[in-house]
């Protein structure tokens, strides 16, 4: 939208050149509430423009429902074990692998778990998924990955 300017009032055209640039309606972006998903989104959310119910019509975020995993890598996960243990969200592994650390990442809220990092500790993880290379750096520490089946869809 062009500055308005008083020095300009009274003139024929207000600054806006020949009085032909101004007449039709491709001069303020399209008659009615054209562009109201499109280049004049903003002002048709302020004014609560609904063109309808049909979904190609409604805001990107409200057609897709995408569920994002929540990842943590191995290295993070090597290093948050003692902060698990003095939580008991952690615990000594005293079953048939020898003396370890399991840890239950569907616990702490972590869908995934990455490759990135080192492990140090001997670890049994119970997950719902796991990459090939931390599955690989977990066992090379001399743990064990328990795959969690997760249910529905």
Do not use: W
């Amino acid at each position: 939208m062009k500055k308005r300017v008083k020095r300009i009032r009274g003139t024929r055209t207000c600054g806006g050149g020949s009085a032909k640039k101004r007449r039709g309606k491709g001069s303020k972006g399209g008659s009615g509430n054209a562009g109201a998903f499109k280049h004049h989104f903003l002002r048709s959310l302020k004014m609560g423009i609904r063109k309808g119910k049909n979904k190609s019509q409604l805001p990107l975020q409200s057609r897709t429902a995408k569920r994002f995993d929540t990842v943590m890598n191995v290295g993070d996960l090597d290093n948050m074990v003692e902060e698990q243990m003095k939580a008991e969200k952690a615990k000594a592994d005293d079953t048939g692998t020898g003396t370890g650390i399991y840890l239950d990442a569907t616990q702490l809220g972590i869908d995934k778990i990455l490759g990135k990092g080192n492990v140090t500790r001997k670890l049994t993880l119970k997950t719902n998924k796991i990459s090939t290379l931390a599955r690989e750096k977990i066992e090379s520490a001399g743990g064990a990955v328990e795959i969690e089946a997760t249910s529905g869809a």
